[in-house]
């Protein structure tokens, strides 16, 4: 249930683009009178499920707020990147700032992993996961090593999709694709986790 409840802006991004795709006129006169002239039937669709994904995001705050009197700083931060990057794509009319969106959380994710274990050898992961595993100090700077290269890699992939395929594309990509790839690589990480697991308790 939280794995959904974390990928509610995501998911309403699509819906919303699909949505917008599928009565564009609709889209277009509602956008219309909220950002003005200027934009066409074809810009409706991602302008739509670009609002749509800050208000989302924005009511994910509301939401753990209500429940647990406080937010988690990583909501904060994506908040205030779609906030920018979103609200850029509304302002100027163009799909380019919410396509790099991604890009920028992923890197900004892999630049945190890097540069804590780097300048105040910090391993975050080790504190996300220590509690729950035992692992040889080694395996754990390999491990902070393969998300922060995962998430730097997801980036790139992100721009792949925007500059050379089509913006519907992109738009599954976002979500079937993240989904997807994320799942895979923490399956992977299962296995090789398992390894050492198993080698550790002998």
Do not use: C
């Amino acid at each position: 249930m939280k794995f959904l409840f974390d990928l509610l802006p995501v998911i309403l991004f699509f819906a919303a683009y699909k949505l917008g795709g599928a009565h564009p006129e609709a889209a277009h006169a509602l956008l219309s009178g909220w950002l003005g002239d200027g934009i066409t039937v074809t810009q409706a669709p991602i302008l739509i499920a670009t609002a749509v994904a800050i208000a989302a995001t924005a009511l994910q705050i509301v939401l753990v707020w209500l429940r647990h009197r406080r937010v988690d700083t990583m909501l904060w931060v994506s908040l205030a990147i779609i906030t920018v990057f979103g609200g850029a794509t509304l302002f100027f009319h163009n799909p380019t700032f919410i396509k790099w969106k991604p890009t920028a959380l992923y890197w900004l994710f892999g630049s945190v992993l890097l540069g804590s274990a780097a300048l105040l050898h910090r391993n975050l992961i080790r504190n996300m996961l220590e509690a729950q595993i035992r692992l040889p100090d080694p395996v754990w700077g390999r491990l902070n090593l393969a998300w922060a290269g995962f998430f730097i890699a997801m980036g790139l992939l992100n721009l792949y999709v925007a500059y050379n395929f089509s913006e519907e594309t992109w738009v599954d990509f976002k979500l079937f694709g993240g989904i997807g790839l994320m799942l895979a690589f923490v399956l992977g990480q299962g296995f090789y986790l398992s390894r050492h697991l198993e080698e550790e308790s002998h």
